[in-house]
């Protein structure tokens, strides 16, 4: 089993698509899109600062696009080799994300084309922002501890649980104020990371944006996918487009099941992990939580390149 697992919010760094851009038909695509969302994503993929990119309605369009142009890249080289080869390596494929990921793993399962994609998330991060302005929200990194006890001290900081990450990682998420209690008084055993999103994402504070998703959800065609693609919600895996697209929805005000995720890899073999661009966290979980497995992480189109050349390799031995 090959994983092609697409990261959420957080992961964007300035200027980590000006590789992608190099491309004159990724960057024509790139430019499109933007003009469909009316955010310039060229300009925030790559000259933008951390601050800037950091703002909902822009980090989480950046992070599905550069999911996009992974996967083209990665279809592209597979096209390239001979098509029974080819096959043997899309028939070990699985598509997982985490959060907003989850959309970009749409897109690389099937399920939306890339249009659909990209105006999904636009009202995603569009509704979740309006959400986030209601009051000053954040999330933290909770790493390490026992699970229960980290649970409890969250509870005493009037915090949700928004992520079960697994690998020994939770996140937390609510007030502002909450978030910094909890830094300063971490649970037994456990040291505590604030990440950068500007709201309480996966808990009540989304409801709204949940409502304007379900009653806009048929304004998104969602067929069947084409590879299996697992869900945040409870780690199964889901073969009907308009069941995932249900799942989309619902999962923004609830929490990212990633720990149950990495443990259907786990019960299925899986031995190979890529992430997709902008990659690293997923990678590092998945090297605490699932044994043995080789991690990959894409953050350009050569380590795409490089990655079809080893899998031709192997499944042609």
């Known amino acids: 089993m090959i994983v092609i697992a697409c990261p959420g919010q957080g992961s964007q760094t300035p200027g980590f698509l000006s590789e992608w851009l190099k491309d004159a038909s990724s960057a024509a695509w790139l430019r499109e899109v933007s003009e469909q969302i009316g955010i310039d994503l060229v300009q925030h993929g790559t000259e933008s600062d951390a601050e800037t990119i950091r703002a909902t309605n822009i980090a989480q369009p950046l992070i599905v696009a550069a999911g996009v142009l992974t996967i083209n890249k990665l279809n592209s080289e597979l096209d390239r080799l001979d098509p029974t080869l080819a096959q043997k390596i899309k028939e070990q494929l699985v598509f997982a994300g985490h959060s907003v990921g989850e959309i970009t793993a749409a897109y690389g399962a099937g399920i939306f084309d890339a249009e659909t994609a990209v105006r999904f998330v636009s009202l995603r991060a569009n509704e979740m922002q309006k959400c986030a302005a209601v009051a000053e929200t954040g999330m933290a990194a909770v790493l390490g501890g026992e699970e229960n006890t980290v649970l409890e001290k969250l509870t005493e900081h009037g915090l949700a649980t928004a992520n079960y990450n697994g690998g020994g990682q939770i996140v937390a998420a609510g007030l502002v104020t909450g978030v910094k ?137």
């Open 181 to 317: 209690a909890l830094t300063a008084d971490p649970p037994e055993k456990a040291r505590v990371i604030p990440l950068q999103v500007a709201g309480a994402f996966h808990t009540e504070v989304m409801s709204g944006a949940r409502e304007t998703l379900s009653a806009n959800r048929n304004q998104f065609a969602a067929n069947d996918p084409v590879y299996p693609i697992l869900t945040n919600k409870d780690g199964s895996a889901v073969t009907n487009g308009k069941e995932y697209l249900d799942l989309l929805v619902h999962q923004v005000a609830a929490p990212v099941r990633w720990d149950l995720c990495m443990k259907t890899l786990a019960e299925q073999g899986a031995k190979l992990f890529v992430e997709c661009a902008p990659s690293g966290a997923l990678a590092g979980l998945a090297r605490r939580g699932l044994n043995g497995v080789q991690t990959e992480k894409i953050n350009s189109p050569d380590d795409v390149t490089a990655l079809v050349a080893e899998l031709a390799s192997t499944a042609a031995a």
